[in-house]
């Protein structure tokens, strides 16, 4: 007889920097006009199921521009990084969020807005500072923290590991295995100015 896998017991931080975008998409509610409710409410959502991709499923930032409505199933609630990638179960508190851009995309090959670099780096670090987060959130320790997660606590095997973060080789996962806080996290990458010699 199989068991089912105990549930993932995800990190406080990397909840609670979720919860906070989800949080901004129930107040945006208050704004004065129809068409500016409706334009706040589509753009918290999409901000929503944007930190969740990142911070709760490990999919990368470049990933996540390119990813395409045929990448997401909210149905069966999986998602893949592309074409080529396997299906992974989508970790979401934020289901709404992720039907309201399903909804709003249907005609578009692309599942979320153009987005830049930039600008998903904004969402971030202003999602960790609603959640509370000393320093500004990048991914790449949002991506560390969930490798330690699932393959410290959960003792996921490498290849899954692997597979669930997009890595090629699963001896690469070695570096997700290290501790990784939140709490302490770097700044995000800023623009490197060319120096004139």
Avoid at 69 to 96: C, H, K
Avoid at 104 to 114: A, N, S, V
Avoid at 161 to 169: H, N, R, T, Y
Wanted: aromatic share 4%.
């Amino acid at each position: 007889m199989l068991t089912s896998p105990p549930p993932l017991q995800l990190p406080s931080a990397l909840v609670d920097v979720a919860g906070a975008a989800g949080r901004r998409a129930n107040a945006d509610t208050k704004v004065l006009g129809a068409s500016v409710v409706i334009t706040k409410n589509l753009r918290a959502y999409r901000d929503a199921a944007l930190i969740e991709a990142i911070v709760l499923n490990g999919i990368r930032i470049c990933e996540v521009m390119a990813l395409r409505q045929a990448d997401v199933d909210i149905g069966s609630l999986r998602i893949r990084r592309n074409v080529d990638a396997p299906w992974l179960p989508l970790r979401t508190r934020q289901r709404e969020a992720w039907q309201s851009l399903v909804r709003q995309r249907q005609k578009h090959t692309r599942f979320f807005p153009p987005l830049s670099r930039v600008s998903i780096w904004r969402i971030l670090r202003a999602a960790g500072k609603g959640a509370g987060l000393k320093k500004p959130l990048n991914s790449q320790r949002a991506r560390r923290v969930l490798g330690f997660t699932l393959g410290r606590r959960h003792n996921l095997p490498a290849r899954t590991l692997s597979a669930a973060l997009g890595v090629k080789d699963p001896r690469s996962v070695q570096r997700y295995l290290k501790p990784a806080d939140l709490c302490e996290l770097p700044p995000s990458p800023k623009k490197r100015r060319r120096t004139s010699t």
